[in-house]
Nanobody, 119 residues
Framework: QVQLVESGGGLVQAGGSLRLSCAAS????????MGWYRQAPGKQRESVAT???????NYADSVKGRFTISRDNAKNTVYLQMNNLKPEDTAVYYC?????????????WGKGTLVTVSS
């Protein structure tokens, strides 16, 4: 099993910054992708940014140039630095880990952390 614990959410004014962290514990495997997803009220969950265990990253168009995802493999932790936040970034942010090997795949979610951006 894998446990994901997010931290760093909160209330910030538009234009401000926040840094989210997600610490993973358990059998995360050597091949995995960690990422951040978000869900705003009344909307579907969407991908924000992902990073593979080899460091390849992918971003939603809406956050490119403002958000940066990184990871510390020694600490099994992924970060999301969010700059120039906008009210439309308000959502619950969920950490995700997708693990695979030659025979199995597994997908894990954290409980989420709320980010509120005031205008």
């Amino acid at each position: 099993q894998v446990q994901l614990v997010e931290s760093g959410g909160g209330l910030v004014q538009a234009g401000g910054s926040l840094r989210l962290s997600c610490a993973a514990s358990g059998s995360i495997g050597s091949l995995n992708t960690m990422g951040w997803y978000r869900q705003a009220p009344g909307k579907q969950r969407e991908s924000v940014a992902t990073i593979t265990s080899l460091g390849y990253t992918n971003y939603a168009d809406s956050v490119k140039g403002r958000f940066t995802i990184s990871r510390d493999n020694a600490k099994n932790t992924v970060y999301l630095q969010m700059n120039n936040l906008k009210p439309e970034d308000t959502a619950v942010y969920y950490c995700n880990l997708y693990r695979w090997d030659i025979t199995t795949t597994a997908n894990y979610w954290g409980k989420g952390t709320l980010v509120t951006v005031s205008s």
